[in-house]
């Protein structure tokens, strides 16, 4: 079985440029995470999808930030414009359900933006 | 703020045992979780504890919870080369679904 699934795996721009993240969950996963992760930290969730619905995005910087899951599957995270301080792991997780060890989250292997 | 604290860098021989510590934030947790990130690689969920425990043993992992100081320990007996990665601690508050991740610890296994 395919874990989740991130693309691209690197990608580097210059500031002010926009740039779009894509995430692929396990199949029947209702449950989508985007998480931020610094150079030496741990991941910081920006935003939780249920479905097609965004339950939690309190964390997301909505000035430049925007993410969209249409159908309840694949989901885009979007930075327009980057800036410096966005260079960061950007990681997308999936779970069955939220809440809880039992509703265990996959990770993706995330995709290391470098703003110029 | 939200912090969960952890130490940066362990280091131990193979076959030696592994102690890493973190310190949570919020007494009313109720699951906290120990993940392991390998280089390139998303993170996976090693074990967990409910909060109600104060051990749980799950092979060659065994975790202590102290809520009275809010530590979490994961020891990692017989400590192999493969086991070398970054190591997270996460609590959820209760009432919430959030995730709340430690700075990890970055455990090297010298053969």
């Known amino acids: 079985e395919a874990g989740v699934v991130q693309s691209p795996r690197y990608k580097i721009i210059e500031k002010k440029q926009p740039v779009a993240f894509w995430c692929n969950p396990i199949?029947?996963?209702?449950?989508l995470y985007w998480y931020l992760q610094n150079l030496g930290q741990g991941p910081e969730l920006l935003i939780r999808y249920e479905n097609e619905e965004a339950v939690d995005d309190s964390q997301l910087p909505k000035d430049r930030f925007s993410a969209e899951r249409l159908k309840g599957v694949d989901s885009t995270l979007k930075i327009q414009p980057a800036e410096l301080g966005d260079s960061a792991v950007y990681l997308c997780a999936s779970s069955l359900a939220a809440g809880g060890p039992y509703n265990e989250q996959f990770f993706g292997p995330g995709t290391r933006l470098t703003v110029l | 703020g939200e912090d969960v604290e952890q130490s940066l860098f362990l280091s131990v021989r193979e076959g030696d045992s592994s102690v890493i510590n973190c310190t949570y934030t919020?007494?009313?947790?109720?699951?906290l979780y120990w993940y392991k990130q390998e280089p390139g690689a998303g993170l996976q969920l090693l074990t967990y504890?409910?909060?109600?425990?104060d051990m749980k043993q799950d092979q060659r992992l065994t975790v202590l919870l102290n809520k009275k100081d809010k530590h979490l320990s994961l020891r990692i007996a017989d400590t192999q080369t493969g086991d070398s990665a970054i190591y997270f601690c996460?609590?959820?508050?209760?009432?919430?679904?959030?995730?709340?991740f430690g700075t990890g610890t970055r455990l090297k296994v010298l053969a």
């Open positions: 199949s029947g996963h209702n449950t």
């Open positions: 996460a609590e959820t508050p209760s009432g919430t679904y959030k995730y709340i």
């Open positions: 919020d007494s009313s947790s109720t699951y």
């Open positions: 504890i409910f909060s109600n425990m």
